[in-house]
């Protein structure tokens, strides 16, 4: 039931905040199912944060924002696995 591709292989997300659909258990795996790694913090290495509320002043946010990280929502990462 769970497809599995490599369409994230080599990408770094971090998940934060509350996504509108998904737990954030479950972006956890689709990003592994697709290739991806999961990180509970944000370095360098991150690819891209998770987060719907671009404004936040989480300090993952305010991390994301320093290194040039790009803060994607929920739908927008969905659609990079279509």
Do not use: C, H, W
């Not at 659909?21 to 998770?50: F, H, M």
């Not at 987060?51 to 989480?58: G, R, T």
């Amino acid at each position: 039931d769970t497809q599995s591709s490599s369409l994230l292989e080599n990408m770094t997300f971090v998940v934060t905040g509350t996504l509108p659909t998904l737990s954030r258990k479950e972006a956890a795996t689709l990003i592994e199912n697709n290739g991806g790694k999961v990180s509970g913090s944000v370095s360098k290495k991150t690819d891209y944060l998770i987060n719907n509320d671009n404004m936040s002043s989480s300090s993952k946010n305010k991390k994301a924002k320093e290194l040039g990280i790009p803060v994607i929502t929920e739908e927008e990462f969905l659609s990079m696995i279509e």
